[in-house]
């Protein structure tokens, strides 16, 4: 089964400064896409950015970029210049479908003024 | 244009009882998908609908159940409420499958006493 781990339960940041989120991910496929997911106390999960995996290419959203491992099954998201916008739950997620998305179990990003 | 909406927001229910919630996707979205989300297991899938058949289903008891209309619009049931049912239920929409990427609902918080 596939599984994805967060292994940062929570992370702070200062203003302005750069947060790296770690997130690996077990599945026996070889296409599949990767996300990340961001859910403020408003509980809507906004998409930040996502990854094919057959992309060597780390994909980049403004200030949120990606450090894609596929040999070590690593996905990581940086967040530069962080913003107090920035602060909610961060979800890694992994589907080969795109029908079903595992989810880790999330990293509780603090922004400190 | 809208998002996806999800009604109703806040519900109590009494174990034993039945509850049905609702989810309207974005205009054009023919897949929908529902997640449960509790502190303690996370995220999970539940199922995924796309042009009113069930295309995936998760590892949740045939008490919960769902349907989608011609119209696109979703709702999922679940009888005989448990106190564990208690959770956070996200609804998500996308145009064909979710390799884009889904848009969530803000959710539906279910409490059962």
């Known amino acids: 089964a596939q599984t994805v781990t967060q292994s940062q339960p929570e992370m702070s940041v200062q203003e302005a400064e750069t947060v790296t989120l770690s997130c690996t991910y077990d599945?026996?496929?070889?296409?599949?896409?990767l996300f990340w997911y961001k859910q403020p106390p408003s509980r809507q999960m906004i998409l930040v950015i996502r990854?094919?995996?057959?992309?060597?290419q780390n994909a980049t959203e403004n200030r949120f970029s990606v450090n894609f491992q596929k040999a070590a099954k690593s996905f990581s998201l940086k967040i530069s210049d962080s913003q107090l916008g920035d602060a909610a739950m961060y979800f890694c997620?992994?589907?080969?479908?795109?029908?079903?998305?595992?989810f880790g179990t999330g990293t509780s990003l603090t922004v400190i003024p | 244009k809208a998002g996806v909406t999800q009604t109703p927001r806040y519900l109590i229910k009494t174990r034993g009882q039945q509850v049905t919630l609702s989810c309207s996707p974005i205009?054009?979205?023919?897949?929908v998908s529902w997640y449960q989300q509790t502190p303690g297991q996370g995220l999970q899938f539940l199922f995924e609908?796309?042009?009113?058949?069930?295309?995936n289903k998760g590892n949740f008891p045939g008490r919960f159940s769902g349907r989608q209309f011609s119209n696109s619009r979703s709702e999922m049931n679940v009888s005989t409420l448990e106190l564990g049912d208690s959770a956070l239920y996200l609804c998500?929409?996308?145009?064909?499958?979710?390799?884009?990427?889904?848009?969530f609902g803000s959710g539906t918080r279910l409490t059962v006493v």
């Open positions: 998500a929409s996308s145009f064909r499958q979710g390799a884009l990427g889904y848009t």
């Open positions: 990854q094919e995996a057959y992309k060597q």
């Open positions: 599945t026996s496929e070889s296409d599949y896409y």
């Open positions: 205009s054009g979205h023919r897949s």
């Open positions: 997620a992994e589907s080969n479908t795109g029908n079903q998305f595992y």
């Open positions: 609908y796309f042009s009113e058949t069930q295309r």
